[in-house]
């Protein structure tokens, strides 16, 4: 079974960067999309970035609007892991931001939490104006 587990939250102050991680243990999961949601305090799930292998050397990435040239998601294919880069936090990025993976070639929305079948506990950003 797979499970993923964050790290790199933490206190910041608007304008600064940081750089969630995400390793997967339990299986290999090259053909699933691996993505990020935030949540903020009384507010829903909402998408932010995810990445999936197209096959040989062609990879397609997404992200919401809100992080659209700030943020960067990147994958470690080989060591089952997935990193978002976040550049010009803003107060409005605070949250708590989950991992997720979907089943192997998942074809749905990526943006929607419900195809995602696996997350993980979650780690807070919190950005200071």
């Known amino acids: 079974q797979v499970q993923l587990v964050e790290s790199g939250g933490g206190l910041v102050q608007a304008g600064s960067s940081l750089t969630l991680s995400c390793v997967a243990s339990?299986?290999?999961?090259?053909?699933?999309?691996m993505g990020w949601f935030r949540q903020a305090a009384g507010k829903e799930r909402l998408f932010v970035a995810a990445e999936s292998w197209l096959g040989l050397d062609s990879y397609y990435k997404d992200y919401s609007d809100s992080v659209k040239g700030r943020f960067t998601i990147s994958r470690d294919y080989a060591n089952n892991a997935v990193s978002l880069h976040m550049n010009s936090l803003e107060p409005g990025d605070t949250a708590v931001y989950y991992c997720a993976v979907t089943p192997e070639y998942y074809t749905d929305d990526w943006h929607l939490p419900g195809g995602y079948h696996t997350w993980g506990q979650g780690t807070r950003v919190t950005v200071s104006s």
């Open positions: 339990g299986g290999s999961l090259n053909r699933a999309v």
